[in-house]
């Protein structure tokens, strides 16, 4: 079993994805937007809907 990231190097990893592609803001948005956020936290989403998608939104500069 694969470990999870810790939420800093997780956070570090996206923000240097923005930063190497000119990306503004990152956000989550529908159904699973909050198990999204959690997953940043490093926390277990609770039901999870595995046909779900996570969606993503970017706003580039």
Known sequence: MRQAKPIASRRRELLRICE???????????????EGVA???NKVPEDVDPLADLDVGVVFL
């Open 20 to 34: 190497e592609y000119q990306i503004l803001a990152v956000y989550l948005f529908g159904s699973m937007a909050n």
């Open 39 to 41: 997953l940043l936290d």
